[in-house]
């Protein structure tokens, strides 16, 4: 059963301009494994994180790196969650998390099914 579904557009310019002006930014957005990549592949993960929010219904608890995203086999994306995600997860009743990502022109693309 589908519990919640999130979608999120980042601009990659202007996560970059963002990232340029506060370089922080960076560790509270991100994970250390996530936090070495280039600003396209950042806005793609930014964006699965919107969405998963979203998917969860966006509580405003949630910690930007209590979610990651990974690699699977094959290179398919997908999402690693702690902490404050994982218990809101645990609450939904969330048993699969099924992600998405896509980068076109300017923009990166993220959607995110929450099964129950």
């Keep these: 059963m589908i519990v919640g579904v999130g979608i999120d557009i980042v601009d990659i310019a202007r996560l970059a301009d963002c990232l340029r002006r506060a370089p922080r930014l960076v560790e509270r957005l991100f994970t250390p494994a996530?936090?070495?990549?280039?600003v396209e592949s950042l806005a793609g993960?930014?964006?699965?994180?919107?969405?998963l929010a979203k998917a969860l219904g966006a509580p405003g608890d949630l910690a930007w790196r209590d979610?990651?995203?990974v690699r699977a086999a094959g290179g398919r994306p997908r999402l690693e969650v702690s902490?404050?995600?994982a218990r809101r997860c645990?609450?939904?009743r969330i048993v699969h998390l099924h992600v998405s990502l896509s980068h076109d022109a300017a923009v990166a693309t993220a959607i995110v099914i929450a099964e129950g």
Aim: glycine letters at 10%; proline letters at 0%.
């Design 83 to 85: 902490g404050s995600v």
């Design 67 to 69: 979610v990651e995203v």
């Design 45 to 51: 993960r930014f964006a699965a994180k919107e969405a």
């Design 34 to 38: 996530e936090a070495h990549l280039g």
């Design 90 to 92: 645990t609450e939904l």
